[in-house]
């Protein structure tokens, strides 16, 4: 099996990486929801050397964020769980933050729903949950090409599609988490930190 590739996470993996570098700086562990390639992981765990990033996704996925962390030899990153958020059990010990990249548009909103909920049970007290990807704005979707991409998605799966903020922001607040950050990121994305309180 060759081993997998996504030419956004090598895009969006700096800007990202700048905003992780200062907000996790005194962590010690992050669970990553939805790993995919398993890239993000390895460029995040070498730009974080001081904490332990766990990957976790569906098992088919598995196989190619083991090559990549096979491939990079790194000690600070933990072998995939298995974890999608609706079916399987979360790990039990508390991480001091959580990461998930381009995972809420695709998901159905009831599961976005129970990742929210289970989110705020696994972050240790003042843990953050740190979410990327394409956002809407009081139901307002300003950039072309995230129209289009909203659209392309609403067609495969009528479930799927851009989140609206204010609707994510809710679910935080009612799972005890307040927003702390709103980040611009390149190709029209945000990367949303909220705090457990």
């Known amino acids: 099996m060759n081993k997998p590739f996504s030419q956004a996470c090598e895009n969006n993996h700096s800007p990202i990486g700048a905003v992780l570098t200062r907000l996790l700086s005194t962590s010690a562990s992050v669970l990553e ?3 995919g390639t398993g890239q993000h992981a390895v460029w995040f765990a070498q ?5 332990h990033w766990q990957t976790s996704d569906r ?7 083991n090559q990549w962390l096979d491939e990079s030899e790194l000690d600070n990153i933990g072998a995939p769980i298995a974890l999608d958020v609706s079916r399987d059990a979360w790990p039990t010990e508390p991480f001091d933050a959580v990461f998930s990249s381009n995972t809420a548009h695709i998901m159905a909103w009831p599961e976005v729903e129970i990742m929210f909920s289970r989110v705020a049970g696994t972050l240790s007290a003042g843990g953050l949950f740190c979410l990327y990807g394409p956002m809407k704005y009081s139901g307002v979707i300003t950039e072309e090409s995230n129209r289009a991409f909203d659209h392309r998605l609403k067609a495969h799966n009528p479930r799927q599609g851009i989140r609206e903020f204010n609707d994510l922001d809710q679910l935080a607040l009612t ?13 029209n994305n945000r990367l949303l930190v909220w705090q457990k309180l």
Do not use: F, W
């Not at 730009?47 to 904490?51: A, E, G, M, S, V």
């Not at 098992?59 to 964020?65: A, K, L, Q, V």
């Open 33 to 35: 929801l939805g790993s």
């Open 47 to 51: 730009q974080l050397p001081h904490l």
């Open 59 to 65: 098992m088919e996925n598995h196989s190619g964020i």
């Open 175 to 187: 799972a005890g988490m307040s927003l702390l950050e709103d980040n611009a990121m390149p190709a």
